[in-house]
């Protein structure tokens, strides 16, 4: 996207670098958007330049140590009490994982900010309405004596 930014510039010696008037910036269709930036992200994410931080492997190991912790307490026979820990454990990991990650919208422009934030918030609705549904289904199922899925 720099090398588009620069090409992009009408420059003169002496004179400030001014966005080319030539062709506004197209919206594209949603799922070609879609498909774009997955392309994006997985170039960005490989990219040489790009440099992992300590926090970001920390990170990855809880989300192995939660997947993990979530897998036992529903395997193995433990009292009630005990299975909710690795569920308490897994909320303050995605807490961890967002309050680490919150850090880089200081860098983006108030635009870029907000539609970071708007994407978070349509996150946290989409996994509230998720385990909502998980629960409605669990008590469905639990109420028809089926006892399973």
């Not at 997947?67 to 036992?72: A, Q, R």
């Not at 193995?76 to 569920?87: A, R, S």
């Not at 970071?116 to 109420?143: D, E, K, N, P, R």
Request: net charge neutral.
């Amino acid at each position: 996207m720099a090398t588009d930014d620069a090409s992009n510039l009408e420059s003169s010696p002496g004179a400030p670098a001014t966005p080319k008037a030539e062709e506004p910036i197209q919206r594209g269709s949603g799922m070609g958007n879609f498909f774009k930036a997955l392309k994006h992200i997985n170039e960005a994410s490989v990219a040489e330049n790009v440099k992992q931080r300590f926090s970001d492997y920390v990170t990855i190991a809880l989300v192995v140590l939660c997947i993990l912790s979530l897998v036992m307490a529903v395997s193995v026979p433990v009292p009630p009490g005990i299975k909710l820990l690795p569920l308490l454990f897994t909320v303050g990991a995605v807490v961890f994982y967002i309050i680490n990650r919150l850090g880089i919208m200081i860098s983006l422009t108030a635009r870029q900010a907000l539609i970071v934030w708007q994407i978070l918030v349509a996150g946290f609705w989409l996994g509230v309405t998720s385990a909502m549904l998980v629960m409605l289904a669990c008590f469905y199922f639990v109420s028809q004596g089926t006892g399973g899925l």
